[in-house]
């Protein structure tokens, strides 16, 4: 980390730090460890109209969206076992957001764009997607964060009112 290009959104969980590192016409996607220094190259993205940008690190997973062309994809990655897996988007929908909790599961948002159309706040559990919360019209977020406290479990969004600006505001959600 800290090289000439550009690098932001960084998380922290433990000794592991994920963030988003762009310059030479791609996007990257960086798990570094901070006890040893090293660096994993999560993701790669480049080509016609390419964006990745991570999400969060939690515990022994990783999350970020990869979109080359403007298709957009959900990746969970276990540190341990090095297992990546897909959570792609419906036909004609878009996912971004990605948050992952300390188990595993993945949150984010889906939806058929543009700004506060039809968007669903979903949950990736054990292969299964389901639908946590639908925001009414006109609403959206842009990022989620899960956090831990006093015992429950919730994440965390930046949202509110299409062009009016956001707000932080959280949702509890179950972990079982």
Sequence with gaps: MNTRLWEWWGSISGRWLLFGRWGLQRYDVVLSDLGTGRERILDSVR???????????????????????????????????????????????????PSVAANGDVYYGQGPGPCGSQVRFMRFRNGKETVVLRLRTGYDFRFSSVARTAG?????????????????????????
């Design 47 to 97: 080509g016609h109209a390419p964006y990745a940008e991570p999400g969060q690190v939690d515990g022994r997973y990783a999350v970020w969206a990869r979109c080359p062309d403007n298709l957009c994809s959900i990746y969970r990655y276990d540190i341990r076992t090095g297992l990546r897996i897909r959570i792609s988007s419906p036909y004609g929908e878009v996912v971004y957001a």
């Design 152 to 176: 429950r479990t919730r994440v965390l969004l930046d949202g509110g009112r299409c062009g009016r600006g956001f707000d932080v505001f959280e949702v509890d959600v179950e972990v079982g």
